[in-house]
């Protein structure tokens, strides 16, 4: 069982839970300095300031390393 860690849907094969992932709503923001995806409400307490919710990694701020995935799929060619 696979389990999406940012709706927490299960999926029964890796395939469906990648595939999953790309239209997770849950997930519509990425760190470029872990390459972790998670919700915005994991990422601010108050809406403005972000930070990378991964212990290990101290990406923030939108715009620098944290990213809409809807931006960046906009700017893909
Ligand atoms: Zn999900
Ligand atoms: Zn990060």
């Not at 469906?16 to 990422?43: I, K």
């Not at 307490?45 to 972000?50: L, R």
Request: glycine residues 6%.
């Amino acid at each position: 069982m696979h389990t999406c860690r940012n709706c927490k849907r299960t999926f029964s094969s890796e395939l469906e839970l990648e595939l999953h992932r790309d239209n997770c709503a849950a997930g519509e923001l990425f760190c470029d300095a872990c390459g972790e995806r998670f919700a915005e409400s994991e990422a601010t307490d108050d809406g403005w300031h972000f930070h990378c919710p991964n212990p290990d990694c101290d990406g923030a701020t939108i715009g620098e390393n944290i990213h809409r995935v809807e931006d960046v799929r906009l700017e893909a060619p």
